[in-house]
DNA sequence: TGAATTATTTAGTCAAGGCTAAACTTTAGT
DNA sequence: ACTAAAGTTTAGCCTTGACTAAATAATTCA
């Protein structure tokens, strides 16, 4: 389905659309993709009608909002990758785009999440470039992760809720969960996405609904200390 | 030049030369990249051509040196990554096959060097597979590296000579290095290989040759604990 | 407004890597 | 030794993602 060329160009659409007006030209994206505008038309004419972007042809092609997603996810893998080469491996800030630009195409969103989490979820990559979280926006305030998408069998501590109502924090008052509360995903169940968690205090394993672990915001019990490097201007 | 489909049919022929007798079959080959024999019959020719294998048509095919060299590549990135998804991502053991496939295919000697330094020169990998060093051959006692192929910034302690003869050892007394000297490579000439190195001691920077380089064996100088895991048949 | 310029698409081709069906070797069994 | 079975290659076709050259649309400018 997404092939490597494909997540190529919707990541330079995403570039493109960012840095310029919303519509991005068909020449512009074959400079960025090092291809000639003959290939690059034939590519958003099926970028296009596989619902990725929306493709006025001679006037440019915008992202759909699944397009846009998926082209955030790959610059997610990107950064996340760039922040470990420079971070745990010890390369040069100007050292890691070329390898970080294959890396990226590993898709694997287990991996990305755990990678993520062992980085203690990094909000800036070696260029000063925001990172996006998982759910395929950039990180506002704080490291964190929705329950309903953190990885398996690490440490976490609830930081956040995403619904701040009544009902649900009643809710979260008969699970047992609140501010603070440090668990573990044992299980996340194919079916409904429902998790069963470990309470790190109590060893108590329960089941909770993915109504609830996708309000829940988490980040890693212990967070590596955060990192800022100077800035540069490319991905 | 190497593509993923050509890496993943060296290293299945790997596979089966280990396995079996030395001469492995076009069926056998296609059961393991999970192809027909009609594409693997192509894909030999080709490998043939370009003096990857030995083909003799009929009569299956057999790694020349040059592709045992890359399917031993092929197989220390596999492996290595593993490892470093099980001992430092968290997964399980029966997680990581798949997700270790695609970053195997990540070609950068710099990035899989750094990464060997980093998880501490393992010599197994998360299923008790030898890990391939940078040389293409087995590990055999110690986890080691010759320092011509060492990483750069990292602090290494000298283990060992590959030439143990006494012009030689006279030579690296002239220089300053004996065992347990602890040293960092700072730089690596394109031109020729030489290095400039910083001995941790005395905080000099000095030029080695790679006539040197090439005849000292390095570890990292702080090396983690090795783990050792429950052993399975897959890769 | 009517070229001239620029941007984009279409047409035609190619290489890599797959596939199925058919032809051809090799091997095994009687 | 000859034939049946098994293994291998060849022939013909397909998809993806490139390319060049030519046609067509959009834009700019006199
Ligand atoms: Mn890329
Ligand atoms: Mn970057
Ligand atoms: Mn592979
Ligand atoms: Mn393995």
New interface residues.
């Given amino acids: 389905m997404l092939t490597v060329s494909v997540e190529n160009y919707l990541k330079a659409i995403l570039h493109l659309q960012v840095e310029g007006g919303d519509r991005v030209s068909t020449t512009s994206i074959a400079k960025k993709v090092a291809s000639t505008p003959a290939s690059t038309s034939a590519m958003l004419t099926k970028l296009g009608e596989r619902g990725w972007v929306e493709h006025r042809p001679y006037h440019g092609v915008r992202l759909t909002t699944k397009g846009h997603r998926v082209a955030m996810d790959i610059l997610r893998r990107h950064r996340l990758w760039e922040y470990f080469?420079v971070d745990?491996?010890?390369?040069e800030w100007d050292?890691v785009h070329?390898?970080a630009e294959?890396?990226e195409?590993?898709?694997?969103k287990?991996?990305i999440n755990?990678?993520d989490a062992?980085l203690g979820f990094p909000k800036l990559d070696p260029h000063g470039d925001p990172i996006p979280g998982p759910n395929g926006r950039f990180r506002s305030v704080a490291a964190r992760t929705l329950l309903a998408e953190a990885?398996r069998?690490?440490e976490l501590v609830v930081v956040g809720v995403v619904d701040g109502g009544d009902p649900f924090l009643r809710h979260l008052g008969v699970l047992g969960v609140q501010l603070g509360t440090r668990l573990t995903v044992m299980e996340r169940h194919a079916f409904d996405g429902s998790l069963h968690i470990k309470f790190a205090e109590t060893e108590e394993v329960q089941m909770l609904a993915p109504s609830v672990a996708e309000r829940l915001w988490v980040d890693q019990s212990n967070p590596s200390p955060i990192i800022v490097f100077p800035e540069t201007e490319d991905a």
């Fill in positions: 080469l745990r491996l010890g390369f050292e070329e390898i294959e890396l195409h590993v898709d694997s287990e991996l755990r990678l062992f990885p069998n690490l």
